[in-house]
């Protein structure tokens, strides 16, 4: 199996900033893509940003310019830089990894971290 590893929440005053990090272990071939996804309380899951093995790099419009994702492939490890937070981004941030599993036969699944709140206070 393969587990996601989340670490880097926490509280911090708007305007502040948090490096959220995901690591992935476990019988991994190989990733694709990697991501953030957020839940705020009441609200829909959102995708925050997405990176492919590649580097290219798509982030949701509300944090466009404020976040940034980032990846170490030979880690197997994605990185949310989170600058100049807002209350609203307060949520429990979840990470996804698109993996295709070592195995006699390697098939795709993806796979989900545990969540980490970030709250943001104003």
């Known amino acids: 199996q393969i587990q996601l590893a989340e670490s880097g929440g926490g509280l911090v005053q708007a305007g502040g900033s948090l490096r959220l990090s995901c690591a992935a272990s476990?019988?991994?071939?190989?990733?694709?893509?990697m991501g953030w996804y957020r839940q705020a309380p009441g609200k829909q899951r959102e995708l925050v940003a997405v990176i492919t093995s590649g580097g290219s790099a798509n982030y949701a419009d509300s944090v466009k310019g404020r976040f940034t994702i980032s990846r170490d492939n030979a880690k197997n490890t994605v990185y949310l830089q989170m600058n100049s937070l807002k209350p609203e981004d307060t949520a429990v941030y979840f990470c996804?990894?698109?993996?295709?599993?070592?195995?006699?036969?390697?098939?795709?699944?993806?796979?989900w971290g545990q969540g980490t709140q970030v709250t943001v206070s104003s």
């Open positions: 996804y990894a698109e993996t295709v599993v070592a195995n006699f036969k390697p098939y795709e699944h993806t796979f």
């Open positions: 476990g019988a991994i071939f190989s990733i694709n893509a």
